[in-house]
């Protein structure tokens, strides 16, 4: 296995789930909070994202050069949300021109929990998920 599997392997699973998060934000900002409002249309978009993380993660951990073993998993899950947190922090902060302090808060506090859990199972999810 080459030394940098983990790296790439965590950009290959962030770019999916980020890819997939950029058309489903651009969808629900644009269609569903009018209709909804944010908080309703953050809730209904997440599970959306879980089953997106549930399949990347399983994509990714079932290429062959991929070893078993749960710590190297779960580093690739961890580069992945690195790069998720700083897309999202650079991108987003940057086009909304706030600072990290007033992002987190205006944070809606149900549905932004519900985020920052989901970047948890987002950084976990390699570990979880089976091969077969």
Do not use: H
């Amino acid at each position: 296995m080459n030394r940098f599997e983990p790296l790439k392997s965590g950009a290959l699973y962030f770019a999916l789930v980020f890819g997939a998060g950029f058309v489903l934000g651009a969808l629900r900002v644009s269609w569903v909070v009018p209709r909804l409002g944010a908080r309703m249309a953050e809730l209904a978009e997440t599970p959306v994202m879980l089953a997106v993380i549930f399949f990347a993660a399983r994509w990714i951990v079932r290429r062959p050069f991929i070893p078993f073993s749960p710590p190297m998993r779960l580093g690739i899950g961890c580069v992945a949300l690195l790069f998720l947190l700083v897309a999202e922090f650079t991108l987003v902060l940057s086009l909304r021109g706030m600072s990290i302090a007033d992002y987190l808060a205006t944070r809606d506090p149900v549905s932004g929990t519900v985020y920052y859990l989901s970047l948890v199972v987002f950084a976990v999810m390699p570990a979880l998920v089976r091969r077969q």
